[in-house]
């Protein structure tokens, strides 16, 4: 009788351990998936950025700056890695999208008629869409990091996790020049 107790305490703490590991690897999975998207997202940019590179330089001969940013986001999302959420990339692209779009308000401003242009409307509407895209991507990737980083560093998950897998926190995407402008710094 004891040691029908032994095994079955046995096997209900391996039964454990494996779920726990499963856990483990399912929100590590899902973190690579939520990065995969986000890097979707910026890459459908680019067919927007192609079409618009030649109108802006239509409009704008001498607004060579707008152009040269359009040419530097489409490499950055390029050179963006699939395999790796490589956070500091991601900032990089956001930061210049951010620009680029301040840079196609001030076209807009100095050639009037571009306003007019239902194409270039078109762009701009397609670009602040692939940027929500982007943005709700960003927030389901944080979130299943947020996930992960949990399930592995609690109690007894973090035991098994360096027992078994060895997964490494992951770092969530920040806005650096967001929070900058914020006045309330919480005190983590």
Do not use: C
């Not at 999975?29 to 990065?35: D, F, H, P």
């Not at 700056?65 to 991601?90: F, H, M």
């Not at 020049?177 to 006045?183: L, V």
Request: no cysteine; proline share 3%.
């Amino acid at each position: 009788m004891g040691m029908i107790i032994v095994l079955l305490v046995l096997i209900t703490i391996t039964v454990a351990i494996i779920m726990i590991r499963n856990n483990i690897v399912r929100h590590h999975n899902a973190s690579i998936r939520a990065w995969s998207d986000v890097a979707t997202y910026e890459r459908q940019k680019i067919k927007v950025l192609d079409d618009l590179a030649p109108l802006v330089e239509q409009y704008s001969s001498f607004e060579k700056g707008t152009l040269e940013k359009v040419t530097e986001l489409r490499q950055n999302i390029l050179n963006l890695n699939l395999n790796t959420s490589d956070v500091s990339q991601l900032q990089r692209v956001e930061s210049l999208s951010k620009e680029l779009m301040r840079n196609l308000n001030v076209v807009v401003e100095n050639y009037p008629e571009l306003k007019a242009n239902e194409l270039y409307l078109k762009m701009m509407s397609e670009i602040e869409e692939q940027n929500d895209n982007v943005s709700a991507a960003i927030t389901i990737f944080n979130r299943n990091v947020e996930l992960f980083n949990n399930h592995i560093q609690i109690f007894p998950n973090n035991i098994i996790n360096t027992a078994t897998l060895g997964k490494k926190k992951l770092r969530p995407f920040r806005d650096n020049q967001a929070s900058q402008s914020f006045d309330y710094r919480p005190n983590f």
